[in-house]
């Protein structure tokens, strides 16, 4: 069983920061790349960070420079360090493997920034 839970989201004011965590099972976090996704209201997921169990990193272009996405491989959890919070930045946000898979996720964190 996949077990993924994110948490750290929270009401910010715009240019805040927040750090997400996202604790998940060993038998994917320790084989798969680990990606932070997010869905804004009324928008499409959207795939925001990645990293590979190597720790290579890569992030789309809205939010590159402002967050950063590491790894603790001994406490199998995932972290989104944000930065410089933008009003667009607000939406559910959700770690899981890459690509999403059909048969397990996290029940995400509410990330809301107000301007």
């Known amino acids: 069983q996949v077990v993924l839970v994110e948490s750290g989201g929270g009401l910010v004011q715009a240019g805040g920061s927040l750090r997400l965590s996202c604790v998940a099972s060993g038998n994917i976090f320790n084989t798969k790349p680990m990606g932070w996704y997010r869905q804004g209201p009324g928008k499409q997921r959207e795939l925001v960070a990645t990293i590979t169990t190597g720790g290579t990193t890569n992030y789309a272009d809205a939010v590159k420079g402002r967050f950063t996405i590491s790894r603790d491989n001994a406490k199998n959890t995932v972290y989104l360090q944000m930065f410089s919070l933008k009003s667009e930045d607000t939406a559910v946000y959700y770690c899981?493997?890459?690509?999403?898979?059909?048969?397990?996720r996290g029940q995400g964190t509410q990330v809301t920034v107000s301007s």
């Open positions: 899981n493997t890459i690509p999403w898979p059909s048969n397990y």
